[in-house]
């Protein structure tokens, strides 16, 4: 048996969600078991089916190190120097 | 949430999701069992990946094992209904809650498997060896069509209103998510339960007494499947595991089920019930939780022919699992 995770998307915008998980001796019996146990109740028109086993966990640190957060571009920041701006003006 | 380098007490880092490429060195773990009730108390969240103290994996293992066992069981027990369901709109419904509670064991022996305490077929040997246990309500026998419609309308009830309990605030993330779908497909099943219930009530005088035998049966043990008092330091409370007390659900459950079996014209198998004048509450007698103690022994009135049935089924689909493996053409 081989595990895989399961994903659905739902007609429109919305991104692919993770579901959950199967267990399966192949790809088409996990298309089977994953259709069945996540998509009969109209749960998404669409479903990725992925081998555990092919997913790749990162780092927790490296991603927190990751952070680009608009450190660089404050909006309070910004809005104040505005209203001191606007108001030097009157 | 920083991590540590230094495993907390008696917490085994060897144990992690497995079948998968972990590009990190790193689990996150904390430092002392009080960091991580903090944690929890924080309203953190849980995932499998964690190094979480081997306490709790274990608590939240067994809590799920039983739900899964219950829902297989019960699963079992509607399987035998849908030959004898009257009409084929009956057996249709029993066919699709078949599925659904099968379906639902299926999603929680993953989730549980994922804790790497036990494979899915240790749990499966586990229960049909009688070595782990199951809902009280799955170790009765259900007796007739009514007795079904009693276990659809008052079990599942009781069930759907636990099971909400923890999902509002379980912190073992994979569970919580999981309950999303069960808890939605439970409340198809009481919905389906009620209008049978309505049914009866408003039908001749024959099935109304067969409705009111049935809830005789099944009265008490919907009301004992939330289990005795909560004890004091309740692990699965202290861990939010589970967010109510044993006695706040079964109390909130006779308010709203007392008054739907009166309004439709049934009585209540117990004699000392009685509506507080100061308070305007149902109270229901006193308990003896012994018989349930032995029940959830799986000494219970059918356990071991529901044990036995179950064995069967596992049995004569041997060469489906069978066929199954042999089909297996790259190993991953």
Known sequence: MKTYEVFLKKEGKDPFIHAGSVDAPDDEMALTYAREAYGRRSEGDQMWVVLRCNVLIADEVELEMADRTHKHNDGKLVAELRRTTLSDQS | MGAFDRPINGSDTNRKLTNVRVYTFLMRTWNSMEEFEEFLDAGGVVEPNDAMPESYRNAVFRFIELHANSEYMGGLTERDWIPKAPG?????????????????????????????????????????????????VFHYRVHSWTDQIAVAYLVDAAALASQQAVFKNCSYGPYKRILRRVIA???????????????????????????????????????????????????????????????????????????????????????????????????????????????????GPDSARRIADARTAWQNAHWVREALDSSVEVPA
């Open chain 2, 88 to 136: 084929m709109h009956r057996k249709l419904t029993a066919l699709a809650k078949t599925q659904d509670e099968i379906g639902h064991a299926h999603l929680l022996y993953m989730v549980a498997a994922d804790l790497a305490i036990k494979t899915r077929e240790e749990m499966m040997v586990d229960l049909l060896e009688g070595r782990t246990h199951f809902h009280n």
């Open chain 2, 185 to 299: 497909e439970e409340g198809f099943h009481m919905r389906n339960g009620e209008e049978m219930m309505l049914l009866m009530a408003h039908g001749t005088e024959t099935q109304h007494d067969m409705m009111q035998e049935s809830i005789n049966r099944w009265w008490l043990p919907a009301v004992q499947l939330f289990g005795p008092d909560s004890r004091p330091g309740d692990e699965l409370l202290k861990w939010h595991i589970k967010s109510e007390r044993n006695e706040v659900l079964r109390d909130r459950y006779v308010q709203k089920f007392v008054p739907q079996l009166l309004g439709g014209g049934f009585t209540i198998p117990d004699p000392g019930l009685r509506k507080d004048p100061v308070d305007g509450r149902w109270k229901i007698s006193e308990i003896d939780w012994e018989p349930l103690k032995k029940t959830m022994r799986n000494g």
